[in-house]
């Protein structure tokens, strides 16, 4: 085997048995292969392993790589439409808005009003509803994008926002937890938990939305944030290997 398929198989196994430890089940929660800085045959490669949902953190990239890709991939036998999903999980600017809904399928990191209406405008101008995560800083790290979860009330009134717009449809929250040095070091945890503790808030306050998913863990805390809850977990390194 070679190391993909090696990798992807060893970072299936360790989602699954991270799932069987918190009583889950594996099949509620999707990995996105995050595929930034690694060339389209490498997403193709990943494509025929099985993989079918795909992470980008810049537009410029995805401009190049994506259409790359789609040019190559076989149509799903019944819907005839490429058997793969573009998640934006980087910081989107309002420049890169047009292409961004037209490139990707899902945008996870939604952190600004703002930024939500020009997204909004723009799927309505492609006949698009797009799915959307809201990004949160729940660490409050200076350097990060995200809304900030503290206090609550301005952050549910940006939420209020958030779900009038037409063609956008919010289905959950998204956090990057801190990074740390030692595997033992509990503030990922934390964020992880915290993140969960606030979707919990968003439904009992937006109850008729389901806020079905947290997006949350990476290479080096995904087990973390499958303990924790996760539903989607977006891993670059452990499957494609270290990045130049
Ligand atoms: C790069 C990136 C990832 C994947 O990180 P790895 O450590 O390579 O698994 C996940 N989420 C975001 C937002 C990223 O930018």
Partial sequence: MDSLAKNLQSVQQRIADAAARAGRNPNEITLVAVSKTFPAESVLAAHALGVRHFGENRVEEAVEKIPLVLRQLPNHPTTELPNITWHLVGHLQSRKVKDAAALFDFVQSVDSVAL??????????????MPI?????????????????????PFFAAVREILA????DAQGLMTVAPIVAQADDARPRSAFRALRELRDELRARFPD?????????MTDDFQAAIAEGATIVRIGR???GERK
Wanted: proline letters at 6%; aromatic letters at 8%.
């Fill in 116 to 129: 939500a209406r020009r997204l909004s405008d723009r799927a309505a101008a492609i006949g698009k509803t």
């Fill in 133 to 153: 995560l809201l990004e949160v800083n729940v660490s409050g790290e200076a350097s990060k994008y995200g809304f900030a979860s503290a206090p609550r009330e």
């Fill in 165 to 168: 717009l037409p063609h956008l």
């Fill in 209 to 217: 939305r389901p806020w079905q998913h947290l997006s949350m863990g």
């Fill in 238 to 240: 452990a499957i494609f």
